[in-house]
């Protein structure tokens, strides 16, 4: 069983930057960030494989998330710049031993993180 932890969430104002950090107890192949609005669905925002060659993006963070992981401290981290008030959300951290983009391919969940951003 692996333990994921999340640290970053805040509040910042729309055009800010956050930068989100999820820690493993384990080593694991795949990892990737989710978040869920209020009154919406989980949705993928990032993924990231072992060796940090393939990545994806859901559309509307392309060009001002970055997802990277350091496996020496089998951590995975979402840098998001030039954040909009729609970022708004519980950021999740998910792992598992498959790459994929949708939430079943992951085995691990974080706990979540809020993050804010006003207008």
């Known amino acids: 069983q692996v333990q994921l932890v999340e640290s970053g969430g805040g509040l910042v104002q729309a055009g800010g930057s956050l930068r989100l950090s999820c820690a493993a107890s384990?080593?694991?192949?795949?990892m990737g960030w989710f978040r869920q609005a209020p009154g919406k669905e989980r949705e993928f925002v990032a993924a990231?494989?072992?060796?940090?060659?393939?990545?994806n993006y859901v559309d509307s963070v392309k060009g001002r998330f970055t997802i990277s992981r350091d496996n020496a401290k089998n951590t995975v981290y979402l840098q998001m710049n030039s954040l909009k008030p729609e970022d708004t959300a519980v950021y999740y951290c998910?792992?598992?031993?498959?790459?994929?983009?949708?939430?079943?391919?992951?085995?691990?969940w974080g706990q979540g993180t809020q993050v804010t951003v006003s207008s």
């Open positions: 998910a792992a598992g031993e498959r790459y994929g983009l949708s939430m079943g391919t992951y085995n691990y």
């Open positions: 384990g080593r694991t192949l795949a």
């Open positions: 990231i494989g072992w060796n940090s060659v393939v990545t």
